[in-house]
């Protein structure tokens, strides 16, 4: 239980040990890794959606200066990487071979001296393209005539659907449904969450380095999951894992583009091989929002029946997925919609059922990405609209039928009717405290003044719950590995330590907070504990840093394995005391004799000890590992209000206000939490009013680049307020559940919520996300609200 | 992401910037700013043989008022726009337009001459210059001559009357009256994109509050930059109020030509003609008639 | 292809180089001189990773040719520290928790020393205006907000002349 934490350490506002590099320009990244006789390589791509490759002529790239080689999918073919497995069972293009499936595909890899050279034997490669017919719309992929996007897989995936998942009770929720048409409520809702895309600042690269000498493959990459692609990269290139190095140095965020393992880093680890120099390939901005993993893409049709009185009774979900041209999408392998069935959400619903279909377009691959939780981002946003639309038609204001529905604190640990167990809760906190910050009461008054003279005002409330911690071994697994994570801990001889975790940041700071774990249980100074990653000689096994999972696995790990070394330290501590172990009381920092204080030894002391005068009956050294398999996932929840003022002229979305009260269990640094919780807000607001990434019907990319893919600025964003509550984990060693993607999660319906609020009154019940300005005037225009 | 190759040469006159277009013809492109020209080599949509670079020709970036004309250098920053108090306090419109354009850091290289002899429609100066019944002074091997800015662009997207051999040197603004008053407004998808429209107006008023003058120039929503005729025209003689604005902002609207683009669907375009219009208008209005002073930050 | 004989200098050193003409002033830092803590991430001059400040001004050292800077005086963000002292923008960064990744902090960082140089007591919007050419996808810009009134403060504090007020200070 969590009731043993130590407060030296945990919840301080500890200033971040790895801003020392990053302040001076000292970090370490990709693109900063500078080999001796280093090449570069470079893409060549389709600039069709779907077409055969008639005629593919690399001779005048290879007369282009410092061009070395063309690898092209043929080539691949020989040695049997022409496509490579996804982490979703389907399989990818990795260089085209004799037909591309989507705008940007992968079709040649020059290798070249220089950046520049290579840049110039990509426009070099002449490729003759047959265009064949093109399906962008994910329905019309299924009708009985679609052209077959995937001929290569046609023996077990003969038409363009790439699977059928459903769970839940389809007949209680259908009785349910028959009972609420008849003497209940029924609302349903139509909702489309368009595609869109990561975007970290950095891109994805990698060095590959193949020393023939040796016989050892090191690859800086951009990898979130440093030890799972290790493994990929073993199984896929057939190469031993033992002389296989992955490096993710520092990486300019993540956000789930990094997991994938994509096309342009088995070419440079190919022609690296082949040519025996490091080889680099970094994408442009162009190619990694037209080329990598997406998010999002969710057609959703959502039903909810409810009590007249609004008290819901069941949930029925039917998604179409669009996951492109290759299902990409990194999730755990038995989950190949995610997490999605967590949106029953934060309410007590009796019956739920969902099912997903996912089919294939000519689009980029991918699926799960964007700080999403394995969609919990389009669970939590459909059951926050949907509970909206039953609050209008019920006649309530949405925080109370919020307030009326929500789990109940004693009813956890919770059993959802969708057979997730929610850890802890209290949602009802939450949501009053937001309130409170508010003053709703007062903005409902005022809303109802500005509405009277005819100004619109909206306040949106979304109340989410998220499901993160990936997970209990026995059903989280990527690529087979089970989701467990791990830290070793060494002490040194003079008391001070080196932790490697299996997790990876990419700007988390877990330098900082894992190491605020590990002083916390031993009552030290953070400053005397160094955490690495990212370094797969080095690290211990891990999968790896997304779906916010670290703190709750890796968290944990680092706390037990932490405790292991605190155990074996009351050992010595007995040991030279000259007491038995029961005799010995813990305080931050030090073991002391019961009833006598003063006769203590320090952890310092006792890690000397441990190389200098250890027990004879036990091991030297003062080290500890822990691989942690989770017993469950955490369930961090929250509640957020914003309040929108809407530009009658224009259809602007102004926000004039944004509460966000988050609810993460324990916090081990109130300052990093804080952070997360601004950058996971602004990665809501994005998608909510700006982000969009689609294609046109001869599918061009649209939105392809910074200029047309709307990044807030400084000027978007509003200056967000923050509260909290605090529901440790029951399960979990410190209580902690994770926060990183609970704003991504719990935002962008609070904001579509607030638009709507302020258009509920003609009658408006929702607008589909981005709400772009256009889309706004559109419905002021025909309700006859335009103005100047 | 990575140019094709070109030559580059520096300018360390104008006129050695118009011998060496002379030299190379239509290989040549000149760098100014480079914020419209280096994204487009880096694309490899436009592959010049040579660059010529102006950017050390001294003495073209200054903000200058004499003689009931301001003369704006060509090679003036926007950054010298947003920060001067000359602008600031007699010609606002400009400082909407300045701060307007792309983002603060862009602002610090994009020129005045650049935004207007690239012939974007897109850009933000076209439409203001316009309203403001600019003059353009160009400098070729025949000499320097001053083009008015309603024959600067012509009909063709990205085209100006520009000679081939010429260059921009000096732009002409009329000094304010007491009581004339322009204003910009862009509309914008994010901070630092080209608008999804934007009207740019300028009123002078005479002693009774009778428009005198008016020009009215619109952003991005057509092939070319636009001069709204009619919509100026509806105004003269008149008192600006609802009436007379939103019969003008009607006539704006009717003079442009959007597209449905990534910025927004052709109605809505056009519909925010109109109402850019009124809100410019308004603001020209506040200024000429002193209830206002200064632009936006 | 022609190439030219740049002299730059930058943090006050002077580099001597040659360079072909279509050479970008980021790839001559970062690849030639080593300088790699401007960084790149986009090819639209949209998102400010790359920028640097050029005889004072900052810059998007993507979208200008390593040729233009010859003659001309760089800061990059490998000059802020001088003899051991950070640069009160450095500090502002680190104790407003105003990174995460770190990626867009060197460019963001300069932006916001050519701001303070220009406005040594900018208000909150003043501030959001000056570094809406810099994009940060990891802290929300709340806290890159408050770095940079921080470091305002200590740069007014140590220049120690009277400044005349913004339009009111910070946080």
């Known amino acids: ?788 | 992401m990575i140019p094709g190759s070109f030559d580059y040469v520096q300018a360390n006159s104008v006129p050695e910037a118009v011998a060496l277009l002379e030299q190379h013809g239509d290989e040549a492109k000149i760098l100014a700013g480079g914020h419209s020209l280096i994204p487009l080599l880096r694309f490899r949509l436009a592959a010049p043989a040579v660059l010529i670079d102006i950017n050390r020709i001294a003495g073209l970036e200054y903000l200058q008022e004499t003689d009931g004309v301001l003369h704006i250098g060509a090679l003036t920053r926007e950054a010298a726009l947003d920060v001067s108090p000359l602008i600031r306090t007699r010609y606002p419109i400009l400082l909407d337009t300045s701060t307007g354009v792309a983002d603060p850091v862009v602002r610090n290289w994009a020129t005045v001459g650049g935004n207007l002899a690239h012939a974007d429609p897109a850009n933000d100066h076209p439409a203001t210059m316009l309203a403001l019944g600019a003059r353009m002074v160009v400098v070729g091997p025949a000499g320097e001559r001053v083009i008015p800015i309603e024959e600067f662009f012509t009909d063709a997207t990205f085209e100006t009357t520009l000679q081939p051999s010429e260059i921009l040197t000096e732009i002409r603004v009329p000094a304010p009256t007491a009581s004339s008053g322009g204003a910009y407004v862009k509309l914008e998808r994010k901070v630092g994109d080209y608008a999804i429209a934007g009207v740019a107006a300028s009123v002078t008023l005479d002693s009774g509050g009778l428009v005198t003058y008016a020009g009215i120039g619109l952003t991005n929503v057509g092939p070319t930059p636009i001069k709204a005729r009619s919509a100026e025209q509806s105004l003269l003689g008149k008192a600006l109020d609802d009436s007379s604005i939103h019969q003008a902002a009607d006539l704006a609207a009717a003079a442009s030509q959007p597209v449905s683009d990534m910025r927004g669907p052709v109605e809505y375009k056009r519909a925010m003609v109109r109402t850019l219009c009124v809100r410019a208008l308004r603001k020209a209005h506040a200024r000429a008639t002193g209830q206002e002073e200064g632009g936006r930050v | ?171």
């Not at chain 3, 991430?41 to 390593?66: E, I, P, W, Y």
Request: proline letters at 6%; glycine letters at 10%.
């Open chain 3, 1 to 171: 292809m022609s190439t030219h004989h740049i002299s730059v200098t930058i943090n006050g050193t002077v580099y001597e180089d040659d360079v072909d003409s279509r050479t970008l002033l980021v790839h001559w830092l970062r690849d030639h001189l080593r300088l790699t803590g401007t960084h790149i991430g986009c090819d639209t001059s949209s998102c400010g990773a790359c920028t640097v400040l050029v005889d004072g001004k900052a810059t998007k050292s993507c979208t200008m040719l390593a040729v233009q800077a010859n003659g001309r005086q760089l800061m990059t963000v490998e000059g802020l520290e001088q003899n051991g002292q950070l640069h009160p923008i450095q500090e502002g960064f680190h104790e407003k928790h105003a990174l995460q990744c770190g990626y867009c902090t060197p460019g963001m960082m300069l932006t916001s020393i050519a701001l303070l140089q220009n406005n040594p007591n900018p208000s909150e919007h003043e501030i959001r205006v000056g570094i809406s050419g810099n994009l940060c996808r990891c802290t929300g810009y709340v806290n890159i907000v408050r770095a940079v009134q921080y470091a305002a403060e200590k740069m007014r504090e140590s220049a120690q002349v009277p400044v005349s007020a913004g339009e009111g200070g910070g946080q």
């Open chain 1, 1 to 788: 239980m969590s009731t043993e934490v130590h407060k030296h350490g945990l919840g301080e506002a500890y200033k971040r040990k790895e801003d020392a590099r990053f302040i001076r320009g000292k970090g370490n990244y990709v693109d900063d890794v500078q080999l001796p006789g280093m090449l570069y390589g470079d893409i060549v791509r389709s600039p069709y959606a779907h077409a055969l490759i008639k005629r593919l002529d690399i001779s005048a790239a290879l007369k282009v200066p410092g061009v070395l080689a063309v690898i092209t999918g043929k080539d691949l073919e020989a040695a049997g990487l022409a496509w490579m497995p996804t982490l979703s069972g389907d399989t990818e293009a990795v260089l085209a071979v004799d037909r591309v499936h989507f705008q940007m595909q992968e079709v040649a890899f020059v290798v070249a001296t220089s950046r520049y050279a290579a840049a110039d034997g990509v426009e070099a490669v002449d490729v003759d393209y047959e265009p064949l017919p093109v399906v962008i719309d994910p329905k019309k992929a299924l009708d009985q005539d679609a052209p077959l996007l995937r001929p290569d897989k046609k023996d077990r995936q003969p038409t363009n659907q790439i699977y059928h998942w459903e769970t839940g009770d389809r007949s209680g929720t259908d009785a349910a449904f028959a009972e609420a048409a008849a003497n209940g409520v029924v609302v349903q809702q139509d909702m489309y969450i368009p595609r869109i895309h990561p975007a970290p600042i950095e891109t994805c690269g990698c060095v590959a380095d193949f020393q023939k000498a040796t016989g050892k493959l090191t690859v800086w990459l951009t990898s979130q999951a440093p030890h799972a692609h290790r493994t990929l990269f073993a199984i896929v290139a057939g190469l031993p894992e033992h002389r296989i190095r992955i490096i993710s140095p520092d990486l300019g965020g993540g956000f789930g583009n990094k997991v994938p393992i994509y096309p342009g880093y088995v070419c440079a680890v190919v022609a690296s091989l082949t040519t025996g120099h490091p080889v680099k390939w970094i994408e442009d901005r162009s190619e990694n929002l037209g080329s990598t993993g997406f998010g999002r893409d969710y057609h959703i049709h959502a039903e909810l029946a409810a009590d007249k009185d609004g008290t819901v009774q069941a949930l029925r979900v039917h998604t179409l997925a669009d996951h492109g041209a290759f299902d990409a999408a990194a999730q755990p392998t038995k989950f190949p919609a995610g997490l999605f069935h967590i949106c029953t959400g934060s309410y007590d619903f009796k019956h739920a059922f969902v099912d997903v279909d996912a089919v294939h377009t000519n689009k980029a691959p991918g699926g799960i990405a964007y700080r999403c939780s394995f969609r919990v981002t389009e669970a939590s946003y459909l059951i926050e609209r949907i509970m909206d639309t039953l609050a209008r038609e019920v006649g309530k204001d949405p925080a109370d039928l919020r307030l009326q529905n929500f789990i109940k604190p004693e009813a956890f640990p919770y059993r959802s009717s969708l057979d997730w167990t929610y850890d802890s809760g209290n949602y009802e906190a939450a949501l009053r405290l937001a309130m409170k910050n508010v003053d709703y009461e007062g903005l409902r008054r005022e809303q109802a003044e500005k509405r009277a003279r005819g100004e619109l005002m909206g306040i949106g409330i979304s109340s989410f719950t998220e499901i993160v911690g990936a997970g209990p071994g026995k059903h989280f697994d990527i690529a087979g590995i089970q989701m467990f994570d791990s830290c070793e801990i060494r002490v040194h001889p003079t008391g001070k330590i080196l932790a490697r975790i299996g997790v990876q940041t990419q700007g988390q700071g877990h330098e900082t907070t894992f190491a605020q774990i590990i002083a916390a249980e031993l009552g030290m100074s953070p400053d005397d504990v160094d955490v690495e990653h990212g370094d797969t000689d080095t690290a211990p096994y891990g999968l790896g840093t997304y779906a916010s999972r670290s703190t709750p696995v890796a968290g944990a790990a680092t706390a037990l394995a932490a405790r292991k070394v605190r155990d074996k330290a009351k050992k010595i501590a007995a040991y030279l005391l000259e007491v038995g172990e029961d005799d010995l009381e813990w305080e931050p920092g030090r073991f002391y004799v019961k009833g006598a204080p003063g006769k203590g030894k320090t952890i310092q002391e006792l890690a000397f000890a441990a190389y200098s005068n250890c027990p004879p009956y036990l091991e030297p050294g003062l080290e500890a590992v822990n691989y942690y398999d989770p017993p469950n996932l955490t369930y961090p929840f929250g509640s957020y209000i914003c309040v929108v003022d809407l530009d009658r002229g224009t259809g602007e979305v102004h926000i004039r206000r944004f509460m966000a009260v988050d609810d993460c269990g324990t916090i081990i640094n109130p300052m990093v939490v804080e952070g997360q919780i601004h950058g996971g807000l602004t990665q809501g607001l994005a998608p909510a009013l700006y982000e969009e990434l689609y294609y046109d019907e001869d599918g061009n990319i649209r939105g392809g680049n910074f200029q047309d893919y709307l990044i807030p600025t400084s000027m978007e964003t509003p200056h967000w307020e923050t509260d909290r509550t605090v529901t440790p984990s029951p399960h979990h060693p410190i209580g902690a559940k994770g926060v990183g993607e609970s704003p991504t999660v719990g935002a962008p319906q609070a904001i579509a919520n607030a638009v709507v609020d302020a258009l509920a009154h003609v009658g408006v019940r929702h607008i589909d996300i981005p709400i772009t300005p256009w889309k706004v005037w559109q419905v002021l225009n025909e309700h006859g609200l335009a103005a100047d």
